[in-house]
């Protein structure tokens, strides 16, 4: 498989495996009220097929799935340090709600959106503005080093231990965060989202894009179900911008 084209069969079948929802038993780390959506819950696999386990995930790596829309691009990190727990967060629009920390042995798995919510850069098959920086390495989006997902499009920083709030830029609210679940089988679960997403401009936006990589927009926000390939943004992007 040409791991970059891999979104484009992303979730819509052509990969048979056995997907078995009811023998999860872990908990769903998000909060009810209006920024909390659930989606269809799907399970993450690599590109060549097979179930994608929390434990394998490398720490500080960038992995990219799209969820909960066969063209929304979202990043999937291991921290590899306990977050927060119970943040509070505000949408741009003043409303607050709670992000419930990590997942995993150590909590220190998370998912968000991987489009900004500033004005909307995003990973493609071309290139990548937004990505998560590894700890000690520095941004020109402010001065801690490392740690956070810096969007290089216009400067904006989110701390993923936190819910991916806000540390820098113009960006005026939270990435929204993608509720992952860890099964008892270690396998790897999306389900929901949470905060406010910006799914509709997105689309709205991006006409040609939905078109180039996934064969229209009609196609592209189709739900993602079963399944869902993730692969390291490294695989899935050409180039990434960083500064
Ligand atoms: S689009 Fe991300 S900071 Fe502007």
């Not at 498989?1 to 891999?6: E, K």
């Not at 921290?79 to 220190?108: A, C, M, N, P």
Request: glycine letters at 8%; proline letters at 3%.
């Amino acid at each position: 498989m040409d791991r970059r084209n891999f979104l484009k069969i992303t979730g819509i079948g052509g990969i048979t495996m056995a997907v078995l929802p009811s023998t999860i038993t872990g908990s769903l780390y998000a909060d009810d009220g209006r920024l909390f959506e659930v989606y269809e819950k799907v399970q993450l696999i690599n590109a060549d097929g097979e179930a994608l386990k929390a434990s394998s995930l490398k720490k500080e790596v960038n992995y990219v799935f799209n969820y909960p829309f066969v063209g929304t691009p979202a990043i999937l990190l291991d921290l590899g340090v306990v977050t927060h727990q119970k943040v509070k967060l505000f949408s741009e629009d003043g409303e607050e709600y709670i992000w419930k920390g990590g997942v995993g042995t150590q909590r220190s798995i998370v998912a968000y959106s991987a489009i900004c919510s500033h004005q909307l850069a995003h990973p493609t098959p071309e290139d990548s503005f937004l990505q998560y920086l590894q700890r000690g390495k520095t941004t020109m989006a402010c001065e801690q080093k490392g740690g956070l997902i810096i969007c290089s499009s216009h400067l904006s920083a989110f701390n993923p231990l936190k819910g991916c709030e806000k540390v820098a830029g113009p960006a005026e609210q939270p990435l929204a965060s993608i509720i992952i679940e860890v099964a008892e089988d270690d396998t790897l679960w999306a389900s929901a989202v949470l905060g406010a997403d910006k799914f509709h401009e997105y689309f709205k936006r991006y006409k040609l894009e939905m078109k180039k990589f996934y064969g229209g927009k009609r196609k592209a926000k189709k739900l993602v179900k079963e399944h869902v390939v993730t692969v390291t943004l490294n695989e899935y992007t050409k180039e990434i911008i960083q500064y």
